[in-house]
């Protein structure tokens, strides 16, 4: 029993490759720029990008908390209509036929072009920020989602008919919970683009978050603590895929176990 | 005192039209007549491609007759959610445990989820599912899967049982234990059952009578009553010299329907 041990020890073990790589990175940059003498201004060492992460915590950390928020509204709206418009596509092949194509027209929209039209719309609150994060996120939701209410198996849907099962029944006890793995996709592809629309919102016109910090500091070529920024909005995506996976374990515990 | 039809069929016919434009129609059933008595097991073979498939989504509701009738007790109507219909697959949703999926019947009929996992799980040790009520599918053999489909298909209530090659895929040894089993509890239920097979040892261990249908333009070509006596059990029934008979007299016409005709 060598290569099997507790699953908790296997998760550690697991750890150990991507942490060794990410430390190899970052000895090999911190060396390069040493060696190669680098100015700050265009590429701050890893420990000059922590120490100026540090003296300007309290600046970013207000600013992630915007960004955050902002994010976490737009997410959810974008499940909310994702799932939504995926429902209502698979309730008629009419609908269909009608609403599909738009959708996809409406990715063809150049996100930074619309941006500032929401801002016009509603000025410089929080509400064009969430509706930018929300049109980029909601498309791989719906797509997934109406894939994955594709997806039951016919041969279970008729049977469910036969037992008596009303359409809104089969719906609700075959076919969405059988496009539960195929939304959790959606979700996934949909976290990441959400902090990526966070920041393009807050380019156009916003007074804070971090994607209108690393704005600030590019101008004043703070570019240690503009990398600061940048590496905490990678966690903020991270952390939003994190919980993606995190929820699909607990909702999908019989996915896991196939 | 006549006995009761519980399950009556007359002169049914299925037709398709395919969908290629000028192609001609298609004959599956041609003036089918059947009927089951309460408490009746029937066991019906055909050669591949007779229409079994077409009669049983017929009698399961899921399709209508071209012209014949069909009547549940007397009641012409519509059969969908009256018959108890197991398919050949399990079916089981992978989303539910087994004692959920068994659940799934009166869940379906408006009982709270609470209460048909009660009804679910008092059922398990009889259908040989004890300790197995919080696995999922994925987890279980073929033959734990078709014993949660059959509980399943019990718990729906119904008087008639439709059962369409359930022990198919099985291997040998779990399909005897699942045929003993299945006797037992159609004995202890009362449940009138058609079970559809290929398998003619298997017709004849589990019928009171069996139906044989011709290949296609399927209708019924013969029916005996198999007569061997009861409690049935493997390695007494299928060496009775009648079963051996019978099992002679039904292969030979099935041998020469597949080599003429019948599709693979």
Redesign the interface.
């Known amino acids: 029993m060598s290569g099997d041990g507790a699953p908790r020890d296997r998760r550690l073990r697991r750890l150990v490759a991507p942490v060794v790589f990410a430390l190899l990175f970052l000895g090999a940059w911190q060396l390069y720029v040493a060696v190669a003498d680098v100015p700050e201004s265009s590429l701050p060492s890893p420990t000059e990008i922590a120490a100026a992460g540090w003296d300007a915590r309290s600046l970013l950390i207000d600013n992630t908390w915007v960004t955050v928020g902002e994010i976490l509204l737009g997410f959810g709206l974008a499940i909310v209509v994702g799932l939504g418009l995926a429902l209502l596509i698979r309730s008629s092949r009419t609908v269909e036929r009608a609403v599909y194509p738009w959708l996809v027209v409406s990715q063809m929209v150049p996100v930074p072009a619309i941006a500032p039209i929401f801002v016009i719309w509603t000025g410089f609150d929080l509400r064009p920020k969430v509706m930018v994060i929300a049109l980029v996120a909601f498309f791989p939701i719906v797509v997934n989602t109406v894939d994955g209410l594709r997806a039951a198996?016919p041969?279970?849907l008729?049977?469910?008919?036969?037992?008596?099962?009303s359409r809104l029944?089969r719906l609700r006890?075959?076919s969405f919970?059988?496009s539960?793995p195929f939304l959790f996709s959606g979700l996934k592809i949909a976290a990441a683009l959400s902090v990526i629309g966070a920041v393009f919102a807050e380019w156009v016109g916003s007074s804070e978050g971090l994607g209108h910090l690393i704005l600030v500091l590019n101008n004043a070529t703070d570019t240690a603590t503009m990398f600061a920024a940048i590496f905490l909005l990678s966690m903020i995506g991270i952390g939003l895929f994190g919980l993606v996976v995190l929820c699909e374990r607990l909702l999908?515990?019989?996915?896991r176990?196939? | 005192m006549a006995t009761e039809q519980l399950l009556d069929v007359r002169g049914l016919t299925r037709t398709y039209r395919p969908g290629r434009a000028g192609a001609e129609e298609v004959v599956a059933l041609a003036g089918v007549d059947l009927s089951l008595e309460r408490g009746e097991f029937v066991s019906l073979i055909g050669p591949s491609g007779c229409g079994k498939s077409t009669l049983l989504n017929v009698l399961s509701g899921l399709d209508g007759p071209t012209t014949g009738t069909v009547s549940l007790a007397g009641d012409e109507g519509s059969l969908l959610g009256s018959i108890a219909y197991m398919p050949q697959a399990d079916l089981l949703m992978p989303w539910r445990t087994v004692l959920d999926n068994a659940a799934l019947g009166p869940q379906l009929g408006g009982v709270p989820l609470r209460s048909a996992r009660e009804r679910a799980a008092a059922e398990m040790a009889r259908f040989g599912l004890d300790g197995f009520e919080g696995a999922w599918p994925s987890q279980l053999s073929g033959g734990m899967r078709q014993r949660a489909a059959l509980l399943r298909t019990f718990l729906t209530d119904r008087e008639v049982l439709l059962l369409d090659e359930p022990f198919g895929a099985l291997d040998a040894l779990t399909r005897q234990d699942m045929q003993e089993r299945l006797l037992e509890l159609w004995r202890d239920e009362e449940k009138t059952i058609l079970f559809v097979t290929h398998d003619v040892e298997e017709a004849l261990f589990l019928g009171d009578r069996v139906v044989r249908m011709s290949a296609r333009p399927g209708r019924i070509e013969e029916e005996i009553a198999v007569g061997l006596p009861r409690p049935r059990t493997v390695g007494r029934t299928d060496l009775d010299p009648r079963f051996i008979e019978l099992k002679r007299g039904l292969e030979a016409p099935l041998r020469a329907a597949q080599h003429s005709g019948g599709r693979g």
């Open positions: 198996d041969g279970l008729r049977l469910m008919r036969t037992m008596g099962a029944q006890y075959g919970p059988a539960l999908l515990p019989w996915y176990a196939r």
